[in-house]
């Protein structure tokens, strides 16, 4: 393993009596993609808005591409490209005028300029939009845009604030697909999100909540976490099922996916009992099977112990 | 400090101007507008003053006193009335501001080389005007006077003469000195005005979040959104001072390159105030409230303009020197009426720039590149 691109040392962050982030210890390998995951006000944001040397920490530090945010802050942003939860580019300006204006506030040099503009462009599919206003451009494409500002100073380490949040699942495709050609590049990037399926994408996956790191692991070793099976199970009537599933000994948690629920069992093996006590209460089970948790599972298992 | 990233940020915001036709036409048409209004409203000449007259006399003398007046242009006799109460009538309901009362006997004790005494009544609730009336009829009745006199062949009574000559504003029009006055409040309240939106727009909009995590350093941030306004600062004084010369017809007798230039300074101080506003406010109405009641109070009250300083309580007065607009008051009213040059306006000058750098390095520390 290489030396790590971004460090926390008991980063804490308190607002009043809240605090928003509590002695976080993080360390995140240089050419990797980190994960934060965790429910809105979980302290994702603020984690995020330190490392990119824009909110002092309460206490602790943080070390990112080798600088301390709280010495060198200002050349910490020199190397990192940021991206804020919201949208805070200027949707008064063209495409192309946002992208020239964070050039220059990064002295990207005029002869490399033009180049790396076209490529940025190209890349994120604007180029066709260069001449539009930011203002009028899709979700997707705004994110996408957001990107080609964060980058175009080339930076050592990519800090994305939910850049997924509210964006269609195909441009949230197209963005992912950005994010591993940049990964190939060896940039590392941080990203938080509130999708698990994104989650999943990742090298290292951190679950925050409530300003704690529940865990930080790959995505499988999460996943292999829970220590207990899981099953999967098909009812026409999902809710009414759980409610007498919650009756039964032996059942950890369920939780609801449409049709199917996930149940995670605590001691006893599931048995064909429970099927049989189900349908006798008249609650079809179109079947089940023992599965891999997926992080969603896991994560709330996790929550729940607390 | 790196001029790329100055020249960007002024680019940007010039762009951003550009494409907001309400700020856009605030920035340009507000001074003219204010000009327009508060130079017709505001006028401290006191003419055609309404009068009634109660003559008993009826005699030459009388009318040739009431001809003089109506002639002056200072009275308009709105009515001839045959008592006395009539004349409380006139007073009470507002008809008449001014009510002259000549005795039967005026004429008679004219010719008699008597002094004949003339009644006048003003109303006093707007004093100012009861003060420059009463002005006005002395000055008539006494020229009268002498007339008279000189005519009987008698000398005139008066032992010391003066003989006043008003420098400066030799028509003592009071436009004259109201317009400079009034170019310097209107360029303190719309000089910070302009800047107080730059910096809280960008963190209501969310793009200071975006801006702050970028290298920029905080002067190069200042420098460039001051530069923008600074060019519309400077069409504005150049757009008044035309209006000034051209429309309301107030001569300029300085340098209008000293008088650009000394505007210039005030400028810097007036947007470097609107910025450190923005700093403190993070919302753009809160700013423009705050901009408008912090200069537009102390401009108008206690830069000279309106109330002679030298009047003033100490307190006060010391307070007036903290007011950037007194010393553009005074720099105005000076290239307008006097003609000053640098040497006779060095004194506001120097302590225009320092009150200029003074809030340019409270806006540069108090800007920081942190949320929260």
Same mark, same amino acid.
């Given at each position: 393993?290489?030396?790590?691109?971004?460090?926390?040392?008991?980063?804490?962050?308190?607002?009043?009596?809240? /605090?928003?982030?509590?002695?976080?210890?993080?360390? $995140?390998?240089?050419?990797?993609?980190?994960?934060?995951?965790?429910?809105?006000?979980?302290?994702?944001?603020?984690?995020?808005?330190?490392?990119?040397?824009?909110?002092?920490? !309460?206490?602790?530090?943080?070390?990112? %591409?080798?600088?301390?945010?709280?010495?060198?802050?200002?050349?910490?942003?020199?190397?990192?490209?940021?991206?804020?939860?919201?949208?805070? @580019?200027?949707?008064?300006?063209?495409?192309? *005028?946002?992208?020239?204006?964070?050039?220059?506030?990064?002295? $990207?040099?005029?002869?490399?300029?033009?180049?790396?503009?076209?490529?940025?462009?190209?890349?994120?599919?604007? !180029?066709?939009?260069?001449?539009?206003? %930011?203002?009028?451009?899709?979700?997707?494409?705004?994110?996408?845009?957001?990107?080609?500002?964060? #980058?175009?100073?080339?930076?050592?380490?990519?800090? @994305?604030?939910?850049?997924?949040?509210? /964006?269609?699942?195909?441009?949230?495709?197209?963005?992912?697909?950005? @994010?591993?050609?940049?990964?190939?590049?060896?940039? !590392?990037?941080?990203?938080?999100?509130?999708?698990?399926?994104? %989650?999943?994408?990742?090298?290292?996956?951190?679950?925050?909540?409530?300003?704690?790191?529940?865990?930080?692991?790959?995505?499988?070793?999460?996943?292999?976490?829970?220590?207990?099976?899981?099953?999967?199970?098909?009812?026409?009537?999902?809710?009414?099922?759980?409610? $007498?599933?919650?009756?039964?000994?032996?059942?950890?948690?369920?939780?609801?996916?449409?049709?199917?629920?996930?149940?995670?069992? *605590?001691?006893?093996?599931?048995?064909?009992?429970?099927?049989?006590?189900?349908?006798?209460?008249?609650?079809?089970?179109?079947?089940?099977?023992?599965?891999?948790?997926?992080?969603?599972?896991?994560?709330?298992?996790?929550?729940?112990?607390? | 400090?790196?001029?790329?990233?100055?020249?960007?940020?002024?680019?940007?915001?010039?762009?951003?101007?550009?494409?907001?036709?309400?700020?856009?036409?605030?920035?340009?048409?507000?001074?003219?507008?204010?000009?327009?209004?508060?130079?017709?409203?505001?006028?401290?000449?006191?003419?055609?003053?309404?009068?009634?007259?109660?003559?008993?006399?009826?005699?030459?003398?009388?009318?040739?006193?009431?001809?003089?007046?109506?002639?002056?242009?200072?009275?308009? /006799?709105?009515?001839?009335?045959?008592?006395?109460?009539?004349?409380?009538?006139?007073?009470?309901?507002?008809?008449?501001?001014?009510?002259?009362?000549?005795?039967?006997?005026?004429?008679?004790?004219?010719?008699?080389?008597?002094?004949?005494?003339?009644?006048?009544?003003?109303?006093?609730?707007?004093?100012?005007?009861?003060?420059?009336?009463?002005?006005?009829?002395?000055?008539?009745?006494?020229?009268? %006077?002498?007339? &008279?006199?000189?005519?009987?062949?008698? +000398?005139?009574?008066?032992? $010391?003469?003066?003989?006043?000559?008003?420098?400066?504003?030799?028509?003592?029009?009071?436009?004259?000195?109201?317009?400079?006055?009034?170019?310097?409040?209107?360029?303190? /309240?719309?000089?910070?005005?302009?800047?107080?939106?730059?910096?809280?727009? *960008?963190?209501?909009?969310? !793009?200071?979040?975006?801006?702050?995590?970028?290298? &920029?350093? &905080?002067?190069?941030?200042?420098?460039?959104?001051?530069?923008?306004?600074?060019?519309?600062?400077?069409?504005?004084?150049?757009?008044?001072?035309?209006?000034?010369?051209?429309?309301?017809?107030?001569?300029?007798?300085?340098?209008?390159?000293?008088?650009?230039?000394?505007?210039?300074?005030?400028?810097?101080?007036?947007?470097?105030?609107?910025?450190?506003?923005?700093?403190?406010?993070?919302?753009? #109405?809160?700013?423009?409230?705050?901009?408008?009641?912090?200069?537009?109070?102390?401009?108008?009250?206690?830069?000279?303009?309106?109330?002679?300083?030298?009047?003033?309580?100490?307190? @006060?007065?010391?307070?007036?020197?903290?007011?950037?607009?007194?010393?553009?008051?005074?720099?105005?009213?000076?290239?307008?009426?006097?003609?000053?040059?640098? +040497?006779?306006?060095?004194?506001?000058?120097?302590?225009?720039?320092?009150?200029?750098?003074?809030?340019?390095?409270?806006?540069?520390?108090?800007?920081?590149?942190?949320?929260?």
């Amino acid at each position: 393993m290489n030396e790590p691109a971004i460090v926390t040392k008991d980063l804490t962050r308190t607002f009043g009596p809240v /605090v928003a982030v509590d002695r976080l210890n993080l360390g $995140v390998a240089k050419g990797s993609l980190f994960g934060i995951v965790g429910p809105d006000g979980g302290g994702k944001s603020t984690v995020m808005r330190m490392l990119a040397a824009i909110m002092e920490p !309460t206490s602790g530090g943080a070390w990112v %591409a080798g600088l301390s945010v709280t010495g060198d802050g200002e050349g910490v942003k020199e190397r990192i490209g940021y991206m804020s939860q919201r949208f805070g @580019l200027y949707e008064d300006l063209t495409v192309i *005028e946002n992208i020239d204006f964070y050039a220059d506030l990064y002295e $990207v040099p005029k002869k490399e300029r033009q180049q790396r503009i076209e490529r940025l462009l190209g890349f994120s599919n604007l !180029t066709p939009f260069s001449g539009r206003l %930011a203002g009028r451009l899709s979700g997707g494409m705004k994110q996408k845009l957001g990107l080609a500002c964060a #980058l175009v100073h080339t930076p050592e380490v990519l800090l @994305l604030d939910e850049p997924t949040n509210g /964006v269609d699942p195909v441009s949230r495709r197209d963005f992912w697909k950005i @994010l591993y050609d940049l990964l190939k590049e060896g940039i !590392t990037i941080f990203i938080s999100t509130a999708y698990l399926d994104e %989650a999943e994408r990742c090298t290292r996956v951190g679950l925050m909540h409530n300003g704690r790191l529940l865990m930080e692991e790959t995505p499988d070793a999460i996943k292999r976490s829970l220590g207990r099976p899981m099953i999967e199970l098909w009812s026409d009537n999902p809710r009414k099922a759980a409610e $007498v599933l919650r009756s039964c000994r032996g059942i950890g948690g369920i939780s609801i996916y449409g049709q199917k629920l996930h149940i995670t069992i *605590e001691k006893e093996e599931f048995s064909c009992d429970t099927v049989s006590l189900m349908r006798d209460k008249g609650i079809e089970v179109k079947g089940y099977r023992e599965i891999l948790p997926s992080l969603e599972d896991v994560f709330i298992a996790k929550v729940k112990e607390l | 400090m790196k001029p790329l990233r100055i020249k960007a940020i002024a680019h940007k915001e010039l762009i951003q101007i550009w494409r907001d036709p309400l700020s856009l036409a605030m920035a340009f048409m507000m001074p003219v507008m204010l000009l327009f209004i508060f130079g017709y409203a505001i006028t401290l000449d006191v003419n055609d003053l309404k009068t009634v007259v109660y003559d008993r006399d009826r005699g030459s003398a009388s009318r040739e006193l009431i001809d003089g007046m109506s002639a002056s242009g200072y009275f308009t /006799v709105v009515g001839e009335v045959h008592d006395q109460r009539e004349i409380d009538r006139y007073l009470d309901s507002g008809e008449a501001l001014v009510a002259v009362s000549i005795q039967e006997d005026f004429s008679k004790k004219l010719h008699k080389g008597i002094p004949a005494p003339l009644q006048v009544i003003v109303d006093g609730s707007d004093s100012n005007t009861a003060t420059i009336a009463l002005g006005y009829i002395n000055a008539l009745s006494e020229g009268y %006077a002498s007339r &008279v006199a000189g005519m009987r062949g008698a +000398r005139p009574l008066p032992i $010391v003469d003066p003989r006043i000559r008003v420098w400066y504003n030799p028509d003592l029009k009071s436009r004259n000195f109201i317009i400079p006055g009034l170019i310097a409040i209107i360029m303190a /309240v719309i000089a910070a005005l302009l800047t107080s939106l730059t910096v809280a727009r *960008e963190w209501e909009r969310g !793009t200071m979040e975006q801006l702050i995590a970028t290298p &920029v350093r &905080v002067p190069e941030l200042i420098i460039g959104k001051l530069l923008p306004y600074f060019g519309i600062g400077f069409v504005d004084v150049l757009l008044s001072v035309l209006l000034a010369v051209f429309l309301f017809g107030v001569p300029l007798k300085g340098s209008i390159f000293l008088l650009m230039f000394l505007s210039g300074i005030f400028l810097f101080g007036g947007l470097s105030l609107g910025i450190l506003i923005s700093i403190g406010a993070k919302s753009q #109405l809160v700013a423009s409230q705050i901009s408008m009641v912090a200069t537009f109070l102390p401009a108008f009250l206690l830069s000279g303009f309106m109330f002679a300083i030298a009047n003033m309580p100490k307190a @006060l007065r010391v307070i007036t020197y903290g007011v950037p607009a007194r010393y553009f008051v005074a720099i105005l009213k000076g290239i307008f009426l006097k003609g000053s040059t640098l +040497r006779l306006l060095v004194m506001e000058t120097a302590l225009l720039s320092v009150f200029g750098l003074v809030v340019f390095a409270i806006a540069n520390r108090k800007f920081r590149k942190r949320i929260g």
